[in-house]
């Protein structure tokens, strides 16, 4: 794995190209690159024009075994190029091959937890006693909307690590977003062009380090997500004496919110006392007085349950001004017959 493969990568993306295209763009790497590749169904559309003319050609069939490259540029009348079966054969990034070949170089634990999208978490990493945190891969499409979806998918990400292909994604969007919510980069490119330089390598361990004194203290996570587990999959309680009641896919466990100098729990479980009841949350007006206050409990509470549930994405989706919890969210037996009771009266 070097720099010229992330480099191709992001040019080729990871949609899909011909096996011509690959092998044109790697060069001297493409034997070593190959492993990191995967066959996709049928052949590709098209391919590069040869002679570095900058154009594609149109790939059509001429026969069982044999295809043509048809210049898309009709004007310049170019004599169709031959083409065989496995020059147009489409190839991909391999998902899993770039995760476990990334595990072993920056020293974090590979695993597969997500399988669909361009950003995906492929592993956890851990420096001494801290908590874990997820490793995620953005690999382009290669399209015109790559960074307006990169933005959505970090968006949704917390206290994460972010391996790139390379620098070009750091745009001041992103840099904000690193800020905001508790991102380390790494830039795949750069980091195998500083290691080949002969440069010490840069794990994941030591950029954990580097951004460890601008980090937020986290709580332990009160729930092991396993591979496969969804926010939508998770069921919280909320219970008396300031509990929340945790559990997913046979594990179960508690929570309890501190108490306030007022010898009241603090403003988190009043939040989940009001989602469990109406299952929406909407901040006050901007222009109320209270507005910011309340608005960053909210978004605690948020960075709160991803701590105790550490999982991709966000606990809450925002819909038309009002934020809906992803997770189940019900109140106990005890709680809730105390809420109903509660109506009765004030009804009677």
């Given at each position: 794995?070097?720099?010229?493969?992330?480099?191709?990568?992001?040019?080729?993306?990871?949609?899909?190209?011909?096996?011509?295209?690959?092998?044109?763009?790697?060069?001297?790497?493409?034997?070593?690159?190959?492993?990191?590749?995967?066959?996709?169904?049928?052949?590709?559309?098209?391919?590069?024009?040869?002679?570095?003319?900058?154009?594609?050609?149109?790939?059509?069939?001429?026969?069982?075994?044999?295809?043509?490259?048809?210049?898309?540029?009709?004007?310049?009348?170019?004599?169709?190029?031959?083409?065989?079966?496995?020059?147009?054969?489409g190839l991909r990034p391999d998902w899993t091959a770039i995760s476990r070949e990334l595990g072993t170089r920056l020293g974090f634990v590979a695993e597969t937890w997500e399988s669909d999208g361009q950003t995906r978490?492929?592993?956890?990493?851990?420096r001494g006693s801290d908590l874990p945190r997820p490793v995620v891969l953005h690999l382009p499409a290669g399209h015109l909307g790559d960074m307006p979806r990169l933005l959505r998918d970090l968006g949704r990400r917390d206290d994460t690590i972010?391996?790139?292909?390379?620098?070009?994604?750091?745009?001041?969007?992103?840099?904000?977003?690193?800020?905001?919510?508790?991102?380390?980069?790494?830039?795949?490119?750069?980091?195998?062009?500083?290691?080949?330089?002969?440069?010490?390598?840069f794990p994941i361990s030591t950029a954990m380090q580097a951004g460890a004194s601008g980090s937020v203290k986290r709580r332990r996570p009160t729930l092991h997500p396993q591979p496969g587990w969804r926010w939508d999959m998770v069921r919280i309680e909320v219970a008396s004496g300031g509990r929340l009641i945790l559990s997913c896919d046979g594990q179960r466990n508690e929570?309890?919110?501190?108490?306030?100098?007022?010898?009241v729990h603090s403003h988190g479980y009043a939040i989940m006392m009001h989602l469990a009841v109406n299952q929406e949350w909407r901040n006050p007006p901007s222009d109320a007085?209270?507005?910011?206050?309340?608005?960053?409990?909210?978004?605690?509470?948020?960075?709160?349950?991803?701590?105790?549930?550490?999982?991709?994405?966000?606990?809450?989706?925002?819909?038309?001004?009002?934020?809906?919890?992803?997770?189940?969210?019900?109140?106990?037996?005890?709680?809730?017959?105390?809420?109903?009771?509660?109506?009765?009266?004030?009804?009677?």
């Open positions: 794995m070097t720099t010229r493969f992330w480099r191709v990568l992001e040019r080729l993306g990871a949609s899909g190209s011909a096996v011509r295209d690959w092998k044109g763009a790697l060069g001297g790497d493409w034997e070593g690159a190959r492993a990191f590749l995967r066959a996709v169904p049928g052949t590709a559309e098209t391919v590069a024009a040869p002679n570095g003319r900058g154009s594609r050609m149109l790939v059509v069939s001429d026969g069982e075994a044999a295809y043509l490259g048809i210049d898309d540029d009709v004007e310049a009348f170019r004599e169709p190029v031959p083409l065989t079966a496995d020059e147009v054969t978490q492929i592993g956890i990493a851990q972010v391996l790139l292909p390379s620098a070009t994604w750091l745009t001041p969007d992103v840099q904000n977003l690193q800020r905001r919510n508790r991102l380390t980069f790494i830039t795949l490119a750069e980091h195998f062009e500083a290691t080949a330089g002969g440069r010490p390598a929570f309890r919110f501190p108490k306030t100098s007022k010898k007085t209270d507005h910011d206050k309340v608005r960053t409990q909210f978004r605690r509470l948020g960075r709160l349950l991803t701590d105790l549930v550490p999982l991709p994405g966000k606990p809450f989706r925002r819909h038309r001004g009002r934020f809906l919890p992803v997770f189940r969210l019900v109140l106990d037996r005890d709680l809730a017959e105390h809420v109903a009771d509660a109506k009765w009266r004030r009804r009677a």
